[in-house]
Nanobody, 129 residues
């Protein structure tokens, strides 16, 4: 089992920044460090959508068009933590943000929800105009 716990959400004005963290615990030594990780978000009344993902060693990343150039995903495997640095935030970024672990290990990048098997509980990000 892998447990994922997000933190760092909050209320921020448009144009501001937040840094989300997702700490993995449990069977981390055998699982976390060889899997790609992703961030997703879900706004009220909308489906959960892909935000960003990173491969097992941080060499490759992918972003949705809506956040590209503003958000940066990174990871520190020594701390079993993945981060999402969010800059130039907009009201439309308001959502609950979730981190997730990919089903398969390796250096592939995954953008689909069904490619992830463990999810955190989410952290609320609210951007005021």
């Amino acid at each position: 089992q892998v447990q994922l716990v997000e933190s760092g959400g909050g209320l921020v004005q448009a144009g501001g920044s937040l840094r989300l963290s997702c700490v993995a615990s449990g069977r981390t030594a055998n699982v976390y460090n060889v899997h790609s990780m992703g961030w997703f978000r879900q706004a009220p009344g909308k489906e959960r959508e892909f935000v960003a993902c990173i491969d097992w060693n941080g060499a490759k990343t992918s972003y949705s068009d809506s956040v590209k150039g503003r958000f940066t995903i990174s990871r520190d495997n020594a701390k079993t933590t993945v981060y999402l640095q969010m800059n130039s935030l907009k009201p439309e970024d308001t959502a609950v943000y979730y981190c997730a672990k990919s089903r398969l290990y390796g250096n592939s990048l995954y953008r689909a929800i069904e490619d992830y098997d463990y999810w955190g509980q989410g952290t609320q990000v609210t951007v005021s105009s």
